[in-house]
């Protein structure tokens, strides 16, 4: 399901605005503006989710799906390829899908009620994305990672996940506490979904049941889901 995922998003966004690649959609002013309109019935508008339609219930599920540019995309289908396998085999597809699903919309969903007056669109996997590492520092806390780190020029370095996965959450929470309810970077989703994915982790499988992992093979970049 993790490669599944992958390709699911990879989809959505070959074949929406924001990609680029159906011409369709026109260009310049119109391509912008099919963009807003995209994004705005597809992703999560808290001002409407709360006091709009009933359909507006379903759009931090559909926004899961959707991505707003190539970067945004990549960022976050990276991290789930490195994080995701590993859970899903200890989860299985069906509870890991869940578990993706479920953690993502309620991430959204947070994100939302702390910003229930903003007419601002969000969209991407960031929430369930985060929900995944949470699950994958407890259930492989001693896996290595192999990261690269701008201050020591993008040398490949392997850390284990109980030290760079905590590391992640903590800058989620530094930039949460500078963001704007303005465009940009959903980072309290990202906090609320890592916290999720933990917490389910933790109640679902204990403390007794850790899994002690090889190290990871695949590179991770410096994109933050």
Known sequence: MTYGLIVLCGLVFALGPASGLVPGYGSGDALLAAQRAYFRHWGVVPAELFDGPAGAALTPATALFV?????????????????????????????????????????????????????????????AVSAVLGAFLFLFPRARVTSLL???????????????????????????????????????AHLVGFGLGFGYAWVRYGRGTRVKAAPAPVTEGETQP
Do not use: I, K
């Open 150 to 188: 701008p201050f020591l020029f993008f040398l490949p370095l392997r850390f284990p996940a109980w030290v760079v996965l905590p590391c992640w959450a903590a800058l989620q929470w530094l930039a949460a506490g500078r963001a704007s309810d303005g465009p940009g970077v959903a980072y309290l």
């Open 67 to 127: 991505h707003g540019s190539w970067v945004h995309l990549l960022g976050n289908m990276l991290f789930l390829f490195v994080f995701g396998a590993m859970t899903e085999e200890r989860m299985g597809r069906v509870e890991f899908t869940l578990f993706y699903v479920g953690c993502g919309y309620l991430a959204l969903l947070g994100y939302a009620a702390a910003n229930a007056a903003s007419e601002q669109s969000l969209v991407g996997a960031s929430g």
